[in-house]
């Protein structure tokens, strides 16, 4: 084997070795988001994370973070579920 032969079998390794996708790649995040009136506070409490958690596995993320949660204290009561998802 000559000597360009042996170096283009060695650039050829190296560029496949390095072909995946970046380290560093910058992933996709959304904020998503669920929400629920019902009679009791805790009824839309869990129907707003269980609304929320639905939304992301529809867009087909991964929750990342806490879940913010703010309720309203009307009749019905209103709640807001929100939190960070990437893909």
């Known amino acids: ?6 170096v283009f ?9 390095n ?4 380290v560093n790649a910058a992933r996709h995040c959304v904020m998503a988001g669920g929400s629920a009136n019902m ?6 409490v869990f129907m707003a994370k269980a609304a929320l958690g639905n939304s992301i ?3 087909g993320a991964k929750p990342v973070g806490p879940i913010k949660l703010k309720c309203d204290s009307s009749v019905p009561v209103y709640c807001l579920a929100r939190q960070k998802a990437c893909k």
Request: hydrophobic share 65%; net charge positive; glycine share 8%.
């Open 1 to 6: 084997m000559n000597i360009m032969a042996r």
């Open 9 to 17: 079998v060695i650039v050829a390794a190296v560029l496949l070795a």
């Open 19 to 22: 072909a995946g996708p970046p």
């Open 39 to 44: 009679i009791t506070h805790d009824l839309a």
């Open 57 to 59: 596995k529809g867009m």
